[in-house]
């Protein structure tokens, strides 16, 4: 393809990085710039303590065991996500149980919510889709009310914020991912936040396979040994090195993103304008991080026609997710609550257009103008 859907970031001081940690001997976990990159985190989004994890999948896999999630448990999440969202409570023998998107952000249905807790609703997993953030102060104001842990799925959210407040940094757990389709990327990698002190201590013990070895290694314990269960979540110091060149550029990546989308925007407008295509919508609270840009068709048929039509013209598109409630495992372990008014519906006709970091203006242009060639729009 002449225009990839997705290139990871890189900015020029990744090799350098990895290459201290390599001729230091100092490649395995929290390392140097592991905690560079905690320390990042931090700052940015204010939380208490942010630990970087092998991947988004297991820092939400580490917020169920911290939220002592189990069998039997219900927890409320949206159906339009990606399967690590469901898997980390499944695994832990939740049952999962969908509510309706708003069609407007693809976010989960705050209006909804409520009419979907029982006694058996343990926590609510708001996803921050595309970088918008979901509408919290409903959520958090509901999870107060009937005691639920709030987890974000803000894997998609690193520099967006909801109301000055970064996601991932206003529920009881935020969930970053440092994917390679992510803005910010280590390979694979994520991070798990932590908005108050509670949870820390547990979190660094499960994170280091139930042991209190971060303890050994500060010289607070004589030896480390097991406390609890727990598993391997932290990742190679090299990954994280990786990770911290981008960090250091966060802005400038950022800008670099936000250029992209307000460019697709302003171009595509008038085909909105015509009742082609429709746009996304940022609801005035949230300052988005253009992690995608992506455009609804008129349905299903239209938007495969456009996919094989970019295709042809060696442009990668990208659908985006099938419903959870619908897959196979979907099927055995969750239960959609309410009516599926759009989540099925809105899915099948999103279309994300390639967006990456160094994306060229004359690329996105000529994406716009094959879109507008299918469109028959001149
Ligand atoms: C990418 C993504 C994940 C998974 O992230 P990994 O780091 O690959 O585990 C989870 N949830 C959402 C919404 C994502 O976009």
Redesign the pocket.
């Known amino acids: 393809m002449r225009i990839n859907f997705n290139v990871p970031p890189y900015t020029g001081c990744e090799f350098d990085y990895i290459k201290e940690c390599v001729e230091a001997q100092k490649i395995c976990g929290d390392g140097k710039y592991t905690a560079l990159d905690n320390e990042w985190i931090e700052k940015k989004t204010g939380v208490s303590k942010a630990l970087l994890t092998t991947?988004?999948?297991?820092?939400?896999e580490m917020a169920a065991i911290l939220a002592e999630i189990k069998e039997g448990d219900e927890v409320i999440m949206p159906s339009y996500?990606?399967?690590?969202?469901a898997n980390a409570f499944v695994l832990r023998g939740a049952k999962v149980v969908f509510v309706d998107i708003r069609p407007d952000t693809m976010n989960i249905d705050e209006k909804l919510i409520e009419q979907a807790i029982t006694p058996k609703t343990r926590a609510i997993v708001p996803?921050?889709?595309a970088g918008v953030g979901c509408e919290m102060d409903t959520i958090m104001d509901i999870a107060k009310r009937h005691n639920l842990i709030v987890i974000e799925?803000a894997?998609?959210g690193v520099m967006a914020s909801y109301k000055g407040k970064a996601l991932g940094s206003i529920g009881d757990f935020g969930?970053y991912?440092?994917?390679e389709?992510?803005n910010y990327s280590m390979g694979?990698?994520?991070a798990l936040l932590l908005r108050d002190e509670t949870y820390v201590d547990n979190a660094i013990i499960i994170r280091e396979k139930g042991t209190n070895r971060t303890l050994y290694k500060l010289g607070k314990v004589d030896k480390y040994s097991w406390i609890m269960p727990g598993s391997s979540f932290l990742p190679s110091d090299m990954n994280a090195a990786y990770l911290y060149a981008q960090l250091q550029k966060a802005d400038e990546i950022n800008n670099d993103r936000l250029d992209h989308y307000n460019r697709y925007m302003e171009a595509l407008t008038p085909l909105k304008e015509k009742g082609l295509i429709e746009l996304p919508f940022v609801p005035e609270e949230c300052q988005h991080n253009a992690h995608m840009f992506y455009i609804k068709c008129k349905d299903f048929e239209e938007r495969q026609g456009l996919i094989k039509y970019l295709t042809s013209n060696d442009i990668l598109p990208a659908s985006h997710y099938v419903p959870l409630h619908s897959s196979k495992a979907g099927l055995k372990y969750s239960e959609f609550r309410g009516e599926d008014r759009y989540t099925t519906k809105e899915s099948e006709r999103l279309l994300r257009l390639p967006m990456y970091y160094k994306l060229t203006n004359e690329d996105i242009d000529e994406v716009v103008m094959r879109v507008k060639e299918f469109y028959k729009f001149n």
């Not at 991947?55 to 939400?60: L, N, Y």
């Not at 996500?81 to 969202?85: A, G, L, N």
């Open positions: 991947s988004c999948t297991h820092a939400t996500t990606f399967v690590s969202t996803v921050h889709y799925d894997a998609q969930n991912s440092f994917h389709t992510k694979e990698g994520g």
